[in-house]
C-alpha cells in the first residue's frame, strides 16, 4: 500500500515563504513523476509545478520565478519551495505521483492535501 503525505502548510503574510513536503511510503520501487496541484475555493484544481524522474521541472506562469520544486529520490520526498506568496496562492495544495509499487506496477496517487492561507 503507498501512501502520499503532504505536510508544511500554514498560514502566513504576503510575502512570506512556506515550504511544502510530499512523502511518499510504503512497497516502492520507484517514484516517477510527481506534480503539485492547488484548489482554491470555488475553483478547479490545477497544475502548479511538475517534476520528472529526471528532475525536468515545469512550472505554472502564475507561480513562476517564486515557486521551486525539487525532490530527494532516497527519501522519496518532493519539495515545494514558496517564495513572495500572494494571497491568490491561498488554496489547498495537494500531491500527485505516479509510482511503482508491489507486483512492478505503476500507479496514480493522490495526496490529501495541506491548506496554504497567504493573509494578512
Known amino acids: 500500500q503507498v501512501q502520499l503525505v503532504e505536510s508544511g502548510g500554514g498560514l502566513v503574510q504576503p510575502g512570506g515563504s512556506l515550504r511544502l513536503s510530499c512523502a511518499a511510503s510504503?512497497?516502492?520501487?520507484?517514484?516517477?513523476?510527481v506534480g503539485w496541484y492547488r484548489q482554491a475555493p470555488g475553483k478547479q484544481r490545477e497544475l502548479v509545478a511538475s517534476?520528472?524522474?529526471?528532475?525536468?521541472?515545469n512550472y505554472a506562469d502564475s507561480v513562476k520565478g517564486r515557486f521551486t520544486i525539487s525532490r530527494d529520490n532516497a527519501k522519496n520526498t518532493v519539495y515545494l519551495q514558496m517564495n513572495s506568496l500572494k494571497a491568490e496562492d491561498t488554496a489547498v495544495y495537494y500531491c500527485?505521483?505516479?509510482?511503482?509499487?508491489?507486483?512492478?506496477?505503476?500507479?496514480?496517487?493522490w495526496g490529501l492535501g495541506t491548506q496554504v492561507t497567504v493573509s494578512s
Open positions: 510504503g512497497t516502492i520501487f520507484s517514484v516517477n513523476a
Open positions: 517534476i520528472t524522474s529526471g528532475s525536468s521541472k
Open positions: 500527485n505521483a505516479l509510482i511503482r509499487g508491489s507486483g512492478n506496477t505503476l500507479s496514480n496517487y
